[in-house]
Nanobody, 121 residues
Framework: QVQLVESGGGLVQPGGSLRLSCAAS????????MGWYRQAPGKQRELVAD???????TYADSVKGRFTISTDNAKNTVYLQMNRLKPEDTAVYYC???????????????WGRGTQVTVSS
């Protein structure tokens, strides 16, 4: 079974930066996409950024130019560098990793437990 471990959330002042990371561990699997979503109180979970391995990167309009998603495929890790943070970025951030197990050959779509990001002065 693949397990995800997130880290990097916290409290930051407006205009500050944070870096989130999410590492997938386990055996006998391959990853096809890695991404980040967030959910603010009273709102639905929404896409922040998604990286289709070997394909395209998608960003929410609200974070374009401020957030950068990157992956270390050798470490099965996805990062989210968040710059120029705003109070409206406050949310629980979840990583999402999709791929396939080799044995048995079946897909998976996994979510991290979430990490709180609070932007406040």
């Amino acid at each position: 079974q693949v397990q995800l471990v997130e880290s990097g959330g916290g409290l930051v002042q407006p205009g500050g930066s944070l870096r989130l990371s999410c590492a997938a561990s386990g055996s006998d699997f391959s990853i096809s996409a890695m991404g980040w979503y967030r959910q603010a109180p009273g709102k639905q979970r929404e896409l922040v950024a998604d990286n289709s391995i070997g394909g395209s990167i998608t960003y929410a309009d609200s974070v374009k130019g401020r957030f950068t998603i990157s992956t270390d495929n050798a470490k099965n890790t996805v990062y989210l560098q968040m710059n120029r943070l705003k109070p409206e970025d406050t949310a629980v951030y979840y990583c999402n990793i999709r791929g396939r197990y080799y044995v048995p050959h079946r897909p998976f779509d996994l979510w991290g437990r979430g990490t709180q990001v609070t932007v406040s002065s």
